[in-house]
Nanobody, 126 residues
Framework: QVQLVESGGGSVEAGGSLRLSCAAS????????MGWFRQAPGQEREGVAM????????YYADSVKGRFTISRDAAKNTVYLQMNNLKPEDTAMYYC???????????????????WGQGTQVTVSS
């Protein structure tokens, strides 16, 4: 069974940067996709970015395009989310997720992921 451990959250001022990490406890070929989601209080969970582990192709929510970058280190079974030019509206709990699906219709949909991390808080002050 896959286990995901996130790290790297924290508090920054608007315009600052953070890098989140997600380490998976299985070898890379057991997973096809990994993604980052976020959920603010009272709001639904939102897909932020995802990466197909094999091809390395990436997809982003419109709200973070040009500011966030998802990447992977296959040797370390780790996925990163580099977040630049952070805004107060980026404040949320960020979750790492992993799945086997290769579907293009659920790239940023939580239903396309089977395993979730415990979450790491990101707070951006104005």
């Amino acid at each position: 069974q896959v286990q995901l451990v996130e790290s790297g959250g924290g508090s920054v001022e608007a315009g600052g940067s953070l890098r989140l990490s997600c380490a998976a406890s299985v070898v890379r070929y057991s997973l096809n996709r990994m993604g980052w989601f976020r959920q603010a209080p009272g709001q639904e969970r939102e897909g932020v970015a995802m990466i197909y582990i094999g091809l390395g192709s990436t997809y982003y929510a419109d709200s973070v395009k040009g500011r966030f970058t998802i990447s992977r280190d296959a040797a370390k079974n780790t996925v990163y989310l580099q977040m630049n030019n952070l805004k107060p509206e980026d404040t949320a709990m960020y979750y790492c997720a992993a799945g086997l699906s290769l579907s293009s219709t659920t790239r940023l949909d939580a239903r396309g992921y089977d395993t979730w991390g415990q979450g790491t808080q990101v707070t951006v002050s104005s």
